[in-house]
């Protein structure tokens, strides 16, 4: 078998990772909760695949439901003819959707569902500006990059625009670090009201769409206060804007309800969705309500493998697990044991500045000292790596890298949550030890 340094060399003498350095991980088999790596270490994987895999790796149920689909078709271009997995699936999303009617289209990313949505709106609308969050993120396509803002490693390189024209950022609710210097909730809710004011004198009242993460993933999992969107959907509803919910992260019962909007209570116009919905097999969709997604016209989109047969079953089965199981209970319920040993570690430790979101959907932002508030970017490293050495898998985001994130299966048990705490916990001490002795 190859030592892991001699494949680490050869995988990046042959695959392009200048992008982005992968983790030093060579992953070989998962199941559940756990990868396993090259020499055969298991490992607690308290990221999903980038918040993905919610009904746990190599699910049996979707496993089988892929291998089925195989065996009777793999490809017809599913956008050039009428396919039977395309339907379920829609009548499947239709039935748990969060809005009805809706109407479905099926694609392959969730950057490409974010520039069908954009699409979709403008054509439907016959408007052109969108209004998105700072600090938010929605893919890696130029359209979908245009949307967001600088995020981490996510940043817009002046060689690589121009973006798109037309989109707006108001400013984000996060309130750990109020860009106004406010505090909820005396601050009124005015990072929502804002944007009345952009509307009006930043734009040329012409916009189609606000478009947000009803939880900030990338971002650093910030969490909105829970009447801000519908203050935002007021301002929405007086210039006829339609809202736009990203939930690629946290659809499909990662946040303690089925859908982000549920957590906050608004209705949206257009949801998008991925990573969850095919559990690892790569499917995304654009959820709208029925005269918006009919707006499109021939010409105006087409993906060779949307709605891919293959795909579509594999969400098909998803759905099915995340209902049967209502797994959106668990994830309240295990979210709610991480949030409040993580909230123990919060008053002990002394970078751990904030820990914040909703079922498992986490975030632990790793500051320099907590009267500053310095995002502690090398810190926040150095804690995902010494949860590694642990045999503990955790992501990391925000605007500065300083956030650890915390996204597991959302079939983890108590016993899981425990053997990640202990895991956790030495990683905060270990890392403030270090500093100590010699300061990052």
């Given amino acids: 078998m190859t030592d892991e340094k001699t494949f680490i060399e050869d995988y990046d003498r042959n695959v392009v990772t200048s992008f982005g350095k992968p983790f030093p991980l060579i992953v070989v088999q998962a199941e559940d909760v756990f990868l396993t790596d090259l020499k055969g270490k298991t490992y607690l994987d308290f990221w999903a695949g980038i918040a993905t895999v919610n009904a746990g790796h190599n699910n049996p149920k979707i496993q089988r439901a892929v291998k089925e689909q195989l065996e009777q078709l793999v490809h017809c271009s599913s956008h050039s003819y009428y396919t039977l997995p395309a339907l379920e699936l829609a009548q499947k999303i239709a039935e748990v959707a969060p809005f009805k009617p809706c109407i479905s289209s099926f694609h392959t990313s969730g950057s490409e569902a974010s520039d069908v949505a954009i699409k979709m709106v403008r054509r439907y609308t016959e408007k052109h500006e969108v209004l998105t969050l700072q600090g938010s993120y929605h893919g890696q396509t130029y359209g979908a990059r245009s949307l967001g803002t600088p995020v981490a490693a996510y940043s817009k390189a002046f060689t690589m625009g121009p973006f798109l024209p037309g989109v707006i950022h108001v400013p984000t609710p996060y309130c750990y670090r109020c860009s106004l210097g406010h505090t909820y909730p005396s601050c009124h809710l005015q990072c929502a009201k804002m944007i009345e004011d952009i509307i009006n004198f930043s734009t040329s009242r012409n916009v189609a769409a606000y478009m947000a993460e009803p939880i900030l993933g990338v971002g650093g999992i910030v969490t909105p206060p829970p009447d801000y969107f519908r203050e935002v959907k007021k301002i929405l509803n007086d210039h006829d804007i339609l809202l736009i919910l990203d939930e690629v992260q946290t659809g499909l019962g990662r946040t303690g309800e089925m859908w982000g ?180």
């Fill in 261 to 440: 909007s549920q957590v906050y209570n608004v209705k949206p116009d257009v949801i998008t969705l991925a990573k969850a919905l095919g559990n690892g097999w790569p499917i995304s969709a654009v959820v709208a309500s029925q005269p918006i997604g009919d707006a499109f016209e021939v010409g105006d989109h087409f993906s060779t493998w949307g709605a891919n047969p293959v795909m579509c079953a594999a969400a098909n089965a998803t759905i099915e697990f995340i209902v049967e199981n209502k797994l959106w209970e668990n994830a309240k319920e295990m979210g709610s044991l991480l949030i409040r040993r993580l909230k123990e570690v919060e008053e002990a430790s002394g970078i751990v500045g904030e820990v914040r979101g909703r079922g498992l959907m986490i975030g632990v932002e790793v500051v320099k000292d907590k009267k500053s508030k310095a995002p502690g970017g090398e810190e926040c490293k150095a804690i995902r790596r010494a949860c590694y050495d642990e045999g503990l898998l955790v992501g990391a985001g925000g605007f500065w890298s300083n956030v650890i994130r915390i996204q597991p299966p959302l079939t983890i048990e108590e016993t899981h949550v425990e053997r990640c705490m202990e895991a956790f916990e030495k990683a905060v001490k270990t890392v403030e030890k270090q500093r100590r002795s010699h300061p990052i």
